[in-house]
């Protein structure tokens, strides 16, 4: 018996095909991610235009280089390992819920961050990969953005108190576990009032940055300076004992002693700070060391303000 297939069906299953493939084609061009397959020696088959917007290569410059050259070079020598344990495994994709956070490259060789899923199909008996990769250097600059507004002072640009609580914290565990003593000191702007009844809020303000900016020359980079509240700020020492804490107290206090801003009439506008010193004990938390440094703080004060005192 022979069976034949009349010209006109074979025409219309071409067609089909045909517009089966215009249409994958499209989706694929059209799709807001990046979409890459690559065969199993790691070279790439397919680049999408959103490929093309992501990584800055042409689908002509990159079609048949390794996708190594999309990752970082730490990763490149180990991808191979990676590539055969998902082939011989019996996971077919990563799903969306699964997404990978990685490090990409760009052509200009600049690194930025992207989500990745990716799949394997048996073609013909061998097996290709498919990843869909999303730049998610928006989102990531989104969230850094709203993490520096929770966690920074709009007036002075020093961290506020609810990171300085996350901080002392890991400073504490730090001590706990290995030891390392730290020293946190209390600093108050002696008479701010005065300031502000006298001059306004916005020389106040003037007064408030330039301690800010001048304390923190006087600190090391690993230290932390925090606007704590109002004229109010602390400051934690890594691997600090009391004596060189209260040195560089003394330097803060003496620094600030030499310092002025301007009023609105051209006068000169000077202030002095109080500072209070703790150095962590072995039966302190991380509360017990911020009193200890407040109640250091209220000596100064009490003994004639421009002070340090543990």
Known sequence: MIIGIHMSDKQELQNEINNASTRFSSVIDAAFDGIITMDDKQRIQLFNHASENIFGYSANEIIGKSITKLMQKKFRSSHSNYIKQFADSDIQSRDMLSRVMIMAVKKDKSEFPVEITISKISINGKIEFTAIIRDISNRIAFIEKLQHQVNTDNLTGLYNRNYFDTQIKDIYHQYKRFGHSFCVLMLDLDKFKVVNDTYGHLIGDKVLQEFAKKAQEVLREVDLLVRFGGEEFIALLPNTQLEAAKDVANRIRNCISQQMVLSQNHEPVTFTVSIGVAE???????????????????????????????
């Open 280 to 310: 962590i004990a072995t039966d302190d938390d991380t509360e017990s060391i911020v009193k200890r440094a407040d109640e250091g703080l209220y000596r100064a004060k009490k003994s004639g303000r421009n002070r340090v005192s543990d």
